[in-house]
């Protein structure tokens, strides 16, 4: 939106304001008159989950945080989505200012970029996501999505260093960028969620309480740090130390929890003759 209307304005990041603000007030009361209670299915399959919980854990004891960071698994998860977030934070909060600041492109440019990275993003969070859950493998996609991620996040990291890369190129590298860090989050969220289960299904809040914690405190160390680095630096240094950070996740992603391979279907059972 941002590509399409900052030309129209003048550049003025004000109409940006008052567009989203629109959008917002639009589909949230589109959101409030749409909005329904859960199914009877639904509801039966909650309950259901929350029976078979009460055979996993001792429901006599109270669920203790302490057992999540018991595990190795867990502080993988979270050291490593920390690593992890460094990247998608500093995307999030600073894409366009690195962009034009690095490069001089103008806003709109690099609004058009971050357009095609925010889009790629999006449809492969969905698609992974159901490829996840259908063949109930998480690691080779967090892992192929990351190693991904690194190989174009280099690529970006070097052209912040040349004169004349097309918009095109960019767009594109961005695009990359963006599906490959969609495809690594969705099924690592996955891979989280069942390895807290494992730990104490009661837990699941807290976990996710956590990882809440954690990303909002990253954003809050990034607006306060990244412009200092950038400043006694440039961006492209700030892009390199994020790329290291994002490679440490790799080693983190052979600590989780969960299968590399799709587990075979358990065979039929042989019939029985009718003479036996």
């Not at 600590?255 to 075979?264: E, H, Q, T, V």
């Amino acid at each position: 939106m941002a590509g399409w209307t900052l030309p129209i304005f003048g550049d003025s990041w004000r109409s940006q304001f008052v567009i989203m603000g629109c959008f917002s007030l639009v589909i949230s009361a589109v959101i409030a008159f749409n909005i329904a209670d859960l199914s009877p299915e639904l509801r039966a399959r909650i309950q259901h989950t929350e029976r078979a919980a009460s055979d996993v854990v001792d429901l006599g004891r109270p669920p203790r945080m302490r057992t999540l960071f018991a595990r190795r698994n867990i502080w993988a998860h979270v050291v490593g989505i920390s690593l992890w977030l460094v990247l998608y934070i500093t995307l999030s909060l600073f894409g366009q200012t690195m962009l034009v600041g690095a490069l001089g492109i103008s806003s709109a440019e690099a609004s058009t970029i971050m357009a095609a990275f925010w889009s790629l993003n999006l449809i492969t969070l969905i698609v992974t996501g159901r490829l996840s859950d259908r063949t109930q493998l998480r690691k080779p996609f967090s892992l192929g999505g990351t190693v991904a991620a690194v190989l174009v996040t280099a690529f970006l990291a070097v052209s912040l260093g040349r004169e004349g890369v097309s918009t095109g190129t960019l767009m594109v590298a961005g695009a990359l960028l963006g599906g490959s860090l969609g495809v690594a989050y969705a099924p690592w969220m996955a891979n989280y969620s069942e390895d807290a289960e494992d730990a104490d299904p009661r837990l699941q809040g807290t976990a996710w309480g956590l990882f809440g914690f954690l990303s909002k405190s990253i954003a809050v160390i990034g607006l306060l740090v990244i412009p200092h680095v950038v400043e006694a630096t440039s961006w492209q240094t700030w892009l390199f130390v994020a790329l290291g950070c994002l490679v440490l996740f790799i080693p983190a992603i052979m600590l989780f929890n969960g299968p590399w391979r799709r587990r075979p279907a358990p065979a039929a059972p042989a019939p029985v003759s009718a003479g036996t």
